[in-house]
């Protein structure tokens, strides 16, 4: 959290650290003219401090080391990422050049997303997932299920190996610099040393670039959900890599409702789903499933 600390004005993070259970923090919310808001272990809290034009521009260009014109590409993309792999989404004035977007100008909302690392969280699951090599594994989940942690510890435990499984090569394809959080090109989150990371590169194109450049045993990317991730996916299955990543839905249903993912879905290129709830807590596994739909594990609620 020092990072954090470090690009928000002082009147902000001392309202944020009056909050009782801000130890828990999972998102803060800045909106100029409106109430700060602050989502800490899964509930949303409006503080009693409205954040002053002042303040968005002191964190903006906090953000920016004081140079916009350095971070034109993240403004364009809608967001940064900071040292530590927190990210922090932006919103305002929306500048367009021949139907694209060149730039957000007058940013008057910032989400800053607390990145957590929960190392040893994807070891339960290797019974399930690997069998002599890693099975093509879907992760689905609604937003802040966990999805993203689950996946970055994956790619740990993968790149790193364990005592009866060798390390792998591994590669991330991070469209949004939040798998690796890489800052200047370093993953800022703990890795295994067999892994390459592809930071804020489209997810199709990525794939096919590392599998022609880095030969990786595994490729790893974040919410797929394009027809032209589909096909990133299946040109990568054919090519022998094993692919894992996540998709936004409660459940396999949803995924199967989805009719861009049409293809990777009726061809059963996915050979184990893992569905993730918020309760007790974000990245409980409620259940796993094989490419038939079969149950293979699901969590029991025990009442008391």
């Not at 942690?149 to 994956?154: E, G, N, P, V």
Request: net charge neutral.
């Amino acid at each position: 959290m020092e990072a954090v600390w470090g690009i928000l004005p002082k009147t902000i993070a001392m309202a944020v650290q009056q909050l009782p259970s801000w130890h828990g923090i999972e998102e803060i919310r800045i909106r100029v003219s409106r109430p700060l808001e602050v989502i800490a272990n899964g509930t949303a809290h409006l503080l009693p401090y409205e954040a002053t034009k002042e303040d968005g521009v002191q964190l903006l260009n906090k953000l920016s080391h004081y140079s916009i014109y350095a971070v034109e590409e993240e403004l364009k993309r809608g967001f940064m990422t900071i040292e530590g792999g927190h990210r922090v989404g932006l919103a305002g004035k929306v500048i367009t050049e021949s139907g694209k977007v060149k730039a957000i100008r007058d940013v008057a909302s910032f989400n800053i997303r607390i990145a957590k690392e929960q190392v040893g969280i994807a070891t339960p699951l290797i019974p399930y997932v690997y069998d002599g090599r890693w099975r093509h594994t879907m992760i689905i989940g609604s937003p802040q299920t966990g999805k993203t942690t689950l996946l970055r510890d994956a790619a740990r435990l993968i790149s790193s190996g364990t005592e009866r499984i060798p390390a792998q090569k591994v590669a991330i394809v991070d469209e949004r610099s939040e798998i690796a959080g890489c800052v200047k090109g370093i993953p800022q989150f703990s890795f295994g040393p067999r892994l390459d990371v592809l930071d804020a590169c489209p997810k199709a194109e990525g794939m096919m670039m590392m599998i022609r450049s880095m030969s990786p045993d595994v490729i790893i990317v974040d919410e797929i959900g394009r027809e032209e991730d589909s096909e990133a996916v299946l040109e990568a299955a054919n090519a022998g890599v094993s692919v894992w990543t996540t998709v936004h839905g409660r459940n396999i249903k949803d995924v199967w409702q989805r009719p861009t993912l049409g293809p990777v879905m009726e061809q059963k290129v996915f050979e184990r789903f893992i569905e993730l709830t918020s309760i007790p807590h974000p990245g409980a596994v409620q259940r796993i499933l094989d490419a038939s739909g079969a149950v293979l594990y699901e969590r029991t609620v025990v009442n008391r």
